[in-house]
C-alpha cells in the first residue's frame, strides 16, 4: 500500500508513487489546456488500460486517496481535477 502524504505548498509530486503521479500528470495537463475534470473511466483510456470495472475501480479508490489527502479536488462525482494550488511536478503552487 502506498502511502499518500498530505499535501502542502512546495511539495513535490517526486514524494508520491508512479501510478498516482501518472493521474497528477494527465489531470494537470487537461486543467493547463483548459479542458476540465476527468472520470476514472476517461483516466483508464487516456493511460491505454482497458476499460474494465476493475481498473476503473482501482483507479477511483487512487483518485479518491488523492482527494482525502488535498492532492486532487471532485468538483461532481466521479469527475476529478488538480485541488487548488497544486501544480507541476516540482510542487510548489
Not at 63 to 86: I, N, S, Y
Request: hydrophobic share 45%; aromatic share 6%.
Amino acid at each position: 500500500m502506498s502511502q499518500v502524504p498530505v499535501w502542502r505548498d512546495g511539495l513535490a509530486w517526486s514524494v508520491l508513487s508512479v501510478d498516482y503521479q501518472r493521474i497528477l500528470t494527465v489531470l494537470a495537463d487537461r486543467a493547463r489546456l483548459g479542458q476540465g475534470p476527468l472520470t476514472c473511466r476517461e483516466m483508464a483510456a487516456s493511460f491505454g488500460m482497458d476499460v474494465v470495472p476493475a481498473r476503473v475501480e482501482a483507479l477511483r479508490s487512487k483518485a479518491k486517496r488523492l482527494v482525502a489527502r488535498g492532492w486532487l479536488a471532485e468538483p461532481a462525482p466521479g469527475r476529478f481535477t488538480p485541488a487548488r494550488g497544486v501544480s507541476g511536478p516540482g510542487g510548489g503552487s
